[in-house]
């Protein structure tokens, strides 16, 4: 029988939705942390990025017997996202109900970070095998 090996044993990566909501001014990041201990839960925001961490732990240790599927990663998680505009940090709210962590962050309105962007132009030939 094989097994997913992790890169670190016990640390996982959560699911994200993201979305700027532009109606009500905001970032919203849905992340999908179902079983995690809400007493670990911590989120942390910078100029760029939206940090989230916990911990989700195993619920039933089976004695006997041996797993046919195991899909469910408990341990330690941490999730980091790009925020695509500046946000307000003293305003950010956050709520955890049926297994959704939601993280709303006002938009600055007088923040402006800049973004550099560089256009290549690459010139490619077809070859012929």
Do not use: C
Not at 6 to 24: H, I, S
Not at 102 to 117: C, D, E, Q
Request: proline letters at 4%.
């Amino acid at each position: 029988m094989d097994f997913v090996l992790r890169t670190k044993l016990g640390t996982f990566e959560p699911n994200a939705d993201v979305f700027v909501d532009e109606d009500a001014g905001r970032v919203v990041a849905i992340v999908e942390v179902a079983g995690a201990d809400p007493d670990t839960l911590r989120v942390g925001v910078d100029e760029l990025h939206l940090y989230i961490g916990g911990r989700r732990l195993e619920a039933v240790r089976l004695r006997n017997g041996s797993f046919v599927q195991k899909e469910i990663t408990y341990g330690e998680f941490a999730k980091r996202i790009h925020l695509p505009v500046a946000v307000e940090y003293g305003e950010v709210a956050a709520s955890y109900a049926d297994g959704l962590l939601i993280i709303a962050l006002p938009i600055a309105a007088t923040a402006y970070r800049p973004t550099s962007r560089t256009e290549l132009r690459i010139l490619v030939k077809r070859t012929h095998s």
